[in-house]
């Protein structure tokens, strides 16, 4: 569980973004999780309205992005989208293949609105 | 309304002290492993029969992680290395900024392997990288051969798979075969080891792929230096 920390991490680095502007009010906050972050989308969105609850940023709307796990071919160099688990590759059917992608835990937007 | 586009890592904080870490290990050639299990699937018993194989001219460090207590680092003490005991509070993982603070307390240039025990959990330590040169993860007999299907986020980034407690074999249902498998199918090629701390069976494996891996990080640091 250290959705929490994380949650006030994407919190906090938001806020920095929105006071670069004057009177800039936060609307939203887009996130990317990968499958492999080790971070739960439920437990995530959980600890967002935790946080925010009460305070002036209760109206922010956060927009988990869920991101697939990429694989690489040893073989070939082939990048392709596996489920969960890895597959072989799908253009030359080597199992010799490198996670590529799938761990990502970004704050990738912050939507504000301005006076 | 207007949309900043930000594009960068949640985690960024802590990967920009993993990397000043990192960097900091390599000039002072210090090979830096993280380990990462359940609760009591045997990392402080490995670290103990590891520090236990070590002679006295060898500079090994370790910081064990926990919730609470100082008892690993008490366990750890009695073999004369270096050891600090991190408290986390209830921190449910280990973060760079741990560990910048724990080695403050030592002279960098009297370590040659740094072994970092982290909290007893599966999840979230393998979110916060330590500047470790690789990340190493248990799993005993005693537990789910599926451990790497249900936590596939930690098998995908350790290189090094150890199977412990394989002397209890024989009385659990534990197919080693499947977790084979299932670790595989996360991390195609992971290496792995099976080895007991109490009959002492493979250990002698697992210091080959010590030596080896910290070989060859001395091989690499002089070739960037020459």
């Known amino acids: 569980m250290h959705e929490i920390g994380i949650a006030s991490e994407v919190i906090r680095a938001g806020q920095v973004e929105a006071s670069r502007r004057i009177g800039a009010r936060i609307v939203r906050i887009g996130i990317r999780i990968g499958v492999l972050s080790g971070v739960d989308r439920d437990a995530l969105d959980f600890a967002f309205t935790a946080l925010t609850q009460g305070t002036e940023l209760s109206e922010v709307d956060f927009e988990i992005q869920s991101c697939p796990r990429r694989d690489r071919c040893l073989a070939c160099k082939h990048e392709f989208e596996s489920a969960l688990y890895s597959e072989p590759c799908p253009k030359c059917g080597s199992v010799e293949t490198i996670l590529a992608g799938g761990d990502e835990l970004d704050l990738s937007y912050v939507e504000v609105e301005e006076p | ?226």
Not at chain 2, 35 to 42: A, D, N, V
């Open chain 2, 1 to 226: 309304m207007t949309v900043i586009p930000v594009e960068k890592k949640v985690l960024g904080e802590n990967q920009r002290i993993a990397e000043s870490l990192r960097e900091c290990f390599q000039e002072h050639g210090i090979f830096c492993l993280n380990i990462i299990s359940s609760p009591g699937s045997g990392k402080t018993t490995l670290l103990e029969r590891t520090l236990q194989g070590f002679g006295p001219q060898e500079k090994v460090a370790v910081l064990t992680g926990d919730l609470q207590t100082e008892n690993d680092a008490r366990r750890l003490a009695r073999f004369g290395f270096p050891v600090q005991q991190i408290i986390t509070g209830g921190v449910c993982h280990l973060d760079g900024r741990m560990i910048e603070r724990a080695l403050e307390r030592w002279s960098l240039d009297d370590i040659d392997l740094l072994i970092i025990e982290n909290v007893g959990n599966l999840v979230c330590p393998s979110s916060y990288d330590l500047g470790e040169d690789a990340k190493i993860v248990l799993l005993s007999v005693t537990e789910g051969e599926d451990k790497p299907l249900k936590y596939p986020s930690i098998f995908a980034k350790s290189e090094l798979l150890l199977l412990t407690k394989t002397d209890l074999s024989p009385y659990v249902s534990f197919k080693i075969e499947d977790a084979k498998a299932n670790a595989n199918l996360v991390h195609p090629g992971i290496e792995i080891l099976e080895l007991s701390c109490t009959t002492g069976e493979g250990l002698d494996n697992w210091f080959r792929w010590l030596s080896r891996r910290r070989e060859n990080m001395l091989q690499r640091l002089c070739a960037t230096h020459s």
